[in-house]
């Protein structure tokens, strides 16, 4: 458990990057659409060339998922030496995708797959940093980073003959990932193309199976997203001829003006049947998901945790970018998540049985500019019933959602194990008049307050002898020592380092820091390696 839990907090590292990058993908996408900015966003205007430059930045993180997670999880997972575990997960992921392609580009056919395929246009490849390889998404990042960071954690400190003490640390873990890259590659091209072709079989039986397949759409659009599979299940629809030629959302777009001028229901005008409508699921249950977090978070908490939930939130309903939001609980509570793939695609599947068809995968910019604003005229009363259904299941979310929450203690952001204690934010004058107290501190000089605060925590934790490895998350400093007897009481941290709140499970101790947390890791790190050189 004690895993899990620290493999959803280093989950936390790259997901913090989205919420920027999805508002501004989602500004970027409002202020250059017609229907809200008339004339002004005239494709050949300075304004839309503005934000077409800006737009197109934003979507570097989404872009680059993969390498944002294969980079992110080193950070706190690696027990040691995080900058050049880094190092070593980006150089095996690169590696594995350069295997992975030369065995297509030799053995391609053998395999099914088509490397001579426009990279733009084929199905099941992508490129990565350069590299045209198979679309394995963020399950194959995270896969290949967690097997560099057991390789990094068992194995950087191997020592090896004298004659090759070059290669000792981060090169030999590279020279490792060099070899385990290769079956693991092999094993990839045998396999995902396997799992592609069987996900791309559904789709047929999707288009004939009714609100069945309206169900299972959006059930395994939602329920693949950790694979990164999900892109196999709506592409083709959007973009592609599953249903309509040229895709859902050119298709509808060029219709607008037809639909908008009739009073018929938009369903017998529209042939391309109600799929791509997951754009709900991200503006009505994110919304309920978010409640229910933050009305289950501690007390002391809920000030943080509502910062973080408001701009994942945000993100997830404006720009229809869930990332931020679903991963804070993907994986430390999957059964939320298989909850939210079964609410979200019963919710739409009502919302197409009272009408609703059309483009509306995105958030609600997206929604409101090529659905309700040209289109309200005619078909209030479709989008009427949409956002009552919607609302009515926000509640659903909230309320089931809270309840699991509670029933398992799903350690969720703000709900963390921790004593009950007081907990406050210290001020620089409390501080201050805290070190006067503390004659041994006093007397000491640092370069900055994390090396004050560093020095107190490692102190606190029994001295660097004590210490067998040391990382963090968002918030805290998750430690491991060898005699937690040694280890100071809660008031103790929070008088000598400003901390909010200590965890102690037998060995694992948690300090919580807040989003200093990285900083203070860096000092007590480098305050435990000048200890050793002495």
Known sequence: MN??????SAMIVPVLLFPFFGIVVGLATLFKNEQI??????????????????????????????????????ISLAKKAA?????????????????????????????????????????GLTEIAGIQTLDTNILGAIIISGITIWLHNRYYDKKLPDALGIFQGGPFIVMISFF?????AFLTAWVWPVVQEGIASLQGFMIASGYVGVWLFHFLERILIPTGLHHFIYTPFQF???VVDGGITAAWVSKLSELSASAEPLREQWDGGAFLLQGNIKMFGSVGIALAIYSTAKAEKKKQVGALLLAATLTAVVAGITEPLEFTFLFIAP????????????MVTIQSAFGLVGNQGGGL???????????????????????????????IYYFLFRFLILKFDFALPGREKEENAETKLYTKKDYKAMKEDDGSQQQQQFDSEYDQRAAAFLKGLGGAENIVDVTNCATRLRVTVADPEKVEDDKYFKEHGQ????????????????????????????FIDEQKKQ
């Open 3 to 8: 895993s899990i839990r620290r493999f959803g």
């Open 37 to 74: 900015m008339g004339g002004l966003a005239d494709p050949d205007s300075l304004w839309y060339q503005l934000w077409t430059f800006i737009e197109n930045t934003g979507w570097t993180v989404f872009n680059h998922m993969e390498l944002v997670f294969v980079i992110g999880l080193p």
């Open 83 to 123: 900058g050049r575990a880094t190092l070593s997960a980006v150089m095996a992921y690169l590696m594995f995708n350069t295997f992975l392609n030369s065995i297509l580009e030799i053995w391609g056919p053998a395999f099914g797959v088509d490397m001579t395929q426009n990279i733009d246009e084929a199905v």
């Open 180 to 184: 385990a890259m290769i079956p693991l």
């Open 240 to 242: 592609g001829p599953a």
């Open 335 to 346: 059964l939320l998540f298989a909850l939210h793939a079964v609410l979200g695609a019963t």
């Open 365 to 395: 910019i997206e929604i409101a500019t090529t659905n309700w604003i040209p289109l309200m005229g005619n078909h209030w009363d479709v989008y009427l019933a949409q956002v009552v259904i919607g609302v009515i299941f926000t509640v």
């Open 499 to 526: 901390a909010h709140g200590l965890v102690k499970n037998n060995e694992s101790i948690q300090v919580i820091v807040g989003l200093s947390v990285p900083q203070v890791r860096d000092s007590i790190e480098s």
